[in-house]
């Protein structure tokens, strides 16, 4: 029955496709999308707010924090001793109504985090609350941008290192399963149940404590060199065992995942023809095994960008590495809610970027897949 | 029902699975054992315990087993009291109510390193007059040392180290070293050392009692930590945490993840649409930022924790592949069935459509219990770790606080690191077995 019902099918559908062109599906396909990916960061966001006073929570501990603060400094300062206590107590309250209009402790919660949430999605991250860049600047832009790099550089190297040796070695493996290294992948893998920061203790408790050859953590000695190349050579240094860790615990799981992925590709019918006609390994690889599993070891690539962003935030605070993770962290310990949320909407608008190009690209690389199709 | 029991069977063939489940097997022992041998109220007293529950250790003391493993031998700490008859008490009763009471403790002394510090913790009953005692030390050469004589308040400590008096008369500032060694060549002597209290009490009703606590460089079987704490508390109670942990949450969140996934496939609509775009919502939430808010700015409880972390899990990728499981599923011919003889939506969902992903989801549930135990884990390594249970995180961020790395207290990371690790390997190699159990795609390959 299956064969009889196949023709008109088909007919159905290229007589659909004919009623609108190809542009205008695309078209309301990218609006609607688009919309849909929107209302999402914008709930994410407004939940994260949310969520970082607490529904208010938080207001009532700045409140007391601030007045603790101005009552300690007015009450230390020999200048006001003498001054007549009425006089003194309204001093106090002026302050403390400065300072707290000076964070928008005097907006209305509700007012106050759509304010947090229309700067956040016009991508005005504002001025931190409490925290300041090294450079001394209260921006949540600079501070953001400075600790950048760090992760960047942490996250790049071993996120992309684990990314092509897992995928070359999968591939390896694949090609002769069964085999010692291949047996061997698979009984390490539960070793990706422990996470990195956890191997980062066992390394620096190695490596720094016993053989004292590596540093304990953070990013460059101290002082930093001022020669550029003894400056990179100890960042490469410090680099080192975070790096480690962070690959260590996602090393062989990732391995045992691509391999499984392409074995289970590869023993697809049109491999085994394609085999059968003589083609080399080399070539039935790339066009049979390689081209169909694509699209998702794209996603995964894409995925994997945007956790660089995101950082480590465990990993960074056992190697005390000033990265974004951290300075998240420590943003969260100081009630940093500017920080917090410009962090997440970056993250937010990076993901909702790619999952939208993802598509395009699943079109680019798979014939198959139609945009909004 | 029978085919779950042969999936089951067929775990024994997997070597990793065999060492998975005695792994988790002696987790549970553990944990049983803690909770039977320490019960709870007596486990938070201990943890929470400040110096007056735990005087008797010494501070970073690493086990005592360390040891074994060590040419030169370190002093065990130890403490010994009348009151519960690990030392002797003999009194005579002498004229007009008073008496005469003689402890006499002799201890063998076999390490290669002098004790950090020796104390005498004396609580003594009277009404006016207050008892006496004088103190003398027998070293194994057959000297006899007069210590100190003196009158007793109702509750004394003396310290052997801080006694002045005794510093110049032994003409040295260290007395431990001077008590333990040949005053000629200054080594330390071997063997067995005694210390003889006699006390002299005036009154019918009066009583001492006397507690000598030795401070060496190790003690017990797991060590100490920066308050004296007996590590083996917070290393036995941790199972049960752990377990409880990581079991409820990888319960709660698969279940629920399940049942949802489920009546949003069976129900179709606005639910289904609903639960997608919750999903998309939460997936963009930071999870890890929004539990350290909560621990920071709310609570600190792991039940509160526990509800937030199972709350945020609920709606991430898993629903989706539940779902598109769940999709096929629905087209059945089985459930055709069930709805041609007139069964309701709850009865499918719950009866027909569920049971039938079960063999799905025992492998993750397990595989996911060590992400659950090591965020708890991470979260107290930031400081946000119950305040009040003993955890095994805990027990990694005070030593981290404490620079147990810097300053070479391996035992106080490893301890904790081990038991964690064992317990994740555990669960992820029995997770890993089942998994290629219960998918025949992976069994294949």
Do not use: C
Request: glycine fraction near 6%.
């Amino acid at each position: 029955m299956a064969v009889v019902a196949q023709p008109p099918l088909e007919k159905v559908i290229t007589k659909k496709v004919h009623h609108e062109n190809t542009f205008t599906r695309v078209a309301r396909y990218v609006v609607v999308r688009l919309l849909t990916l929107f209302v999402t960061v914008v709930i994410s966001i407004y939940l994260t707010i949310m969520i970082a006073n607490m529904g208010g929570y938080v207001d009532q501990i700045m409140r007391g924090e601030i007045r603790d603060r101005v009552t300690g400094l007015i009450a230390g300062n020999s200048a006001f001793v003498k001054m007549d206590p009425a006089v003194r107590q309204k001093l106090i309250a002026e302050r403390i109504a400065a300072e707290e209009e000076r964070i928008g402790l005097n907006i209305p919660i509700a007012i106050r985090n759509f304010r947090y949430m229309s700067n956040a999605l016009t991508l005005q991250l504002g001025r931190a609350i409490n925290m300041t860049s090294d450079s001394g600047s209260k921006q949540v832009r600079l501070i953001l941008l400075e600790r950048l790099p760090a992760t960047l550089l942490l996250m790049g190297i071993s996120q992309l290192f684990l990314f092509f040796s897992s995928v070359f070695l999968a591939l390896n493996l694949s090609r002769r399963y069964g085999n010692f290294w291949d047996k061997l992948v698979i009984a390490l893998s539960p070793t990706s149940a422990v996470p990195p920061w956890f191997y980062g203790i066992f390394l620096i408790l190695i490596f720094a404590a016993l053989f004292r050859i590596l540093p304990f953590g953070g990013m460059v000695d101290s002082p930093p060199p001022s020669n550029p190349i003894d400056y990179s050579l100890s960042v490469l240094k410090h680099l080192i065992l975070p790096a480690v860790a962070l690959i260590i615990s996602s090393f062989f799981l990732s391995i045992y995942n691509y391999r499984t992925f392409f074995l289970i590709y590869s023993s697809e019918d049109y491999v085994e023809m394609a085999k059968a006609k003589g083609l080399p390994a080399r070539d039935v690889e790339q066009r049979y095994i390689l081209r169909p599993t694509l699209p998702n070891i794209i996603t995964n690539f894409a995925l994997l960008i945007i956790t660089l962003w995101s950082g480590a935030l465990f990993t960074e605070t056992v190697f005390l590495w000033p990265g974004l993770g951290r300075t998240l962290y420590q943003a969260i310990g100081l009630y940093d809610i500017p920080i917090i949320v410009g962090s997440t909407i970056i993250y937010a608008y990076l993901l909702a970027m790619t999952v939208f190009l993802l598509d395009f690209i699943y079109a680019l690389v798979d014939p198959r897949v139609k945009v909004g199709g | 029902m029978n085919a779950m029991k042969k999936s089951f069977q067929s775990l024994l063939y997997y070597p990793s699975a065999i060492l998975g489940m005695f792994v988790v097997f002696l987790l549970v022992a553990t944990a049983v054992y803690a909770m039977v041998k320490i019960p709870y109220k007596e486990a938070i007293r201990l943890w929470r315990g400040g110096e007056d529950v735990w005087y008797q250790n010494p501070k970073f003391a690493p086990p005592a087993w360390i040891n074994l493993f060590s040419k030169k031998k370190y002093a065990e700490s130890f403490s010994v009291r009348t009151s519960d008859g690990t030392m002797t008490k003999k009194v005579t009763p002498g004229a007009q109510g008073s008496s005469t009471m003689e402890v006499s403790y002799a201890f063998d002394f076999s390490s290669d390193y002098y004790p950090q510090e020796m104390l005498l913790y004396l609580t003594s009953k009277y009404m006016e007059k207050q008892p006496f005692i004088s103190l003398e030390w027998l070293t194994p050469d057959g000297r006899k040392i007069r210590i100190v004589n003196m009158a007793l308040s109702p509750k004394q400590t003396y310290r052997f180290s801080q006694d002045e008096k005794l510093k110049t008369k032994l003409k040295t500032d260290n007395i431990i070293t001077a008590l333990f060694s040949d005053p000629k060549t200054g080594h330390l002597i071997k063997g067995k050392y005694q210390l003889l209290i006699t006390g002299a009490t005036f009154e019918t009703d009066s009583d001492i009692n006397v507690e000598f606590v030795l401070h060496g460089q190790v003690y017990g079987l797991a060590g100490t930590d920066q308050a004296r704490r007996d590590l083996v508390v917070p290393l036995l109670w941790g199972a049960p945490i752990a377990l409880a942990f990581g079991l409820i949450a990888s319960f709660g969140t698969s279940v629920l993840t399940m049942i949802i996934a489920a009546v949003g496939t069976w129900y179709g609509g606005w639910v289904d649409e609903l639960i997608q775009r919750l999903t998309e919502i939460n997936i963009v939430l930071p999870f890890i930022s929004i539990l350290i808010m909560i621990g920071t700015f709310y609570s600190r409880s792991i039940w509160v924790i526990l509800g937030a972390t199972i709350l945020l899990s609920i709606f991430t990728g898993s629903i989706k592949s539940y779902r598109s499981i769940f999709v096929q599923v629905k087209e059945s011919m089985y459930i055709e069935a069930a709805r041609a003889y007139g069964a309701s939506s709850p009865r499918i969902v719950f009866l027909y459509l569920i049971p039938r992903m079960i063999p799905l989801l025992i492998p993750g549930l397990v595989s996911s219990v060590p992400a659950f135990v090591f965020l708890e884990a991470s979260l107290a390594l930031l400081g946000l770790g119950d305040p009040v249970l003993p955890t095994w995180g805990k027990i990694i961020n005070d030593a981290q606080a404490n620079g147990a790395l810097y300053r070479g207290y391996y035992y106080w990371i490893l301890e904790p690191a081990t038991l964690l690790m064992l317990t994740g390997l555990g669960f992820a190699m029995l997770g890993f077995a089942l998994d290629r159990i219960f998918n025949p795609k992976l069994r294949e390959v």
